[in-house]
């Protein structure tokens, strides 16, 4: 595995698990770019891009949207507190119009939506959860790691120090208070068959890439996490309604990623040799006459 990080509070994410694992902490808001260039080279790594909303929806907003675009085949996690933890409180590009400070202020500015955007941008699994619902996070985070393509999961995270007060709307009593999730759920990774017994129309199956399968409990009963457009009006509606929409939001089962969009070679790039990275002038030459 090799797990990434921008600048911020949720940078420091990485140091705390897998200490054996390759990890980079990368300049503000390139956390995205520098991960896809080690994509490139190692497709064989799982990657784990940890970033913040000051790192990816504000100085880092085209990086965020160029990987998910790509099918970066990568885990994206958004630790999302609408503040500027680092520089003591300031609103973030995702704090929503009205919120308050924990100084009183009151937020003019409308909101980056980062789960609508990812899903605009064509990332082909997009989840929403709550640090303070380990239940719902741990499968979310699971199924994005068995997902082929750009996988990105929005998580709603109180700063305890400038972001859980009455006024804030990503404080933990407000986001249990107006929690909408859209299915309950259970991941289990490729094993031999498994019965079990549920009522009739309670349960959707989504198969994932490698066999794997994602059981989905639904509590909407219109709600299918395989329709993009129906999952970026559910956001819009519930929103205005002032209610979180959580829960795994859209799933292509079908996905590629940017190795199959770019037809790449299957070997990482530091295990090729002298013979292939020089093939010699007559290819060279074939090369560029191929160009003019």
């Given amino acids: 595995m090799a797990k990434l990080s921008g600048i911020g509070c949720s940078s420091k994410t990485p140091t705390y698990f897998l200490g ?3 990890g980079f902490n990368s300049v503000h808001g390139r956390m995205p770019s520098v991960l896809t260039g080690a994509n490139l080279a190692n497709r064989d790594l799982i990657y784990l891009g940890v970033s913040g909303d000051g790192d990816s929806a504000s100085i880092g907003l085209g990086q965020f949207a160029h990987s998910m675009r790509r099918g970066v085949n990568m885990v994206y996690v958004v630790e999302n ?3 500027y933890g680092l520089t003591k409180g300031q609103f973030s590009a995702t704090a929503d119009r009205g919120s308050k400070s924990k100084r009183g202020v009151t937020n003019t500015d409308s909101a980056i939506d980062m789960v609508g955007l990812a899903l605009q941008l064509g990332a082909t699994f997009v989840a929403r959860s709550f640090s303070g ?3 719902q996070l741990v499968p979310l ?13 929005d998580v709603v995270s109180p700063c305890v120090a400038f972001n859980n007060h009455s006024g804030s709307t ?8 107006h929690n909408e999730a859209v299915n309950r759920l259970d991941f289990m990774p490729r094993r031999d068959a498994i019965t079990t017994d549920y009522a009739p129309g309670s349960v959707t199956d989504v198969v994932m890439h490698d066999g794997s399968v994602m059981h989905l409990h639904k509590l909407a ?3 299918d996490p395989s329709d993009r457009v129906r999952a970026m009006n559910y956001l819009a509606e519930h929103a205005a309604r002032g209610q979180i929409v959580t829960g795994l939001l859209y799933v292509d089962p079908h996905a590629d ?4 969009h770019l037809g790449t070679v299957d070997a990482p790039l530091n295990s090729l040799g002298e013979k292939e990275l020089c093939p010699g002038a007559a290819s060279l030459e074939k090369f560029n006459a191929s160009l003019r």
């Fill in 20 to 22: 054996q694992s390759h």
């Fill in 133 to 135: 619902d380990k239940a």
């Fill in 221 to 223: 009963d219109d709600y």
């Fill in 81 to 83: 507190n609408g503040v």
């Fill in 141 to 153: 985070v699971k199924a994005a790691v068995e997902h082929r393509g750009a996988a990105f999961i």
């Fill in 257 to 260: 990623d940017m190795h199959s």
């Fill in 170 to 177: 990503k404080s933990y009593d407000y986001v249990r208070a």
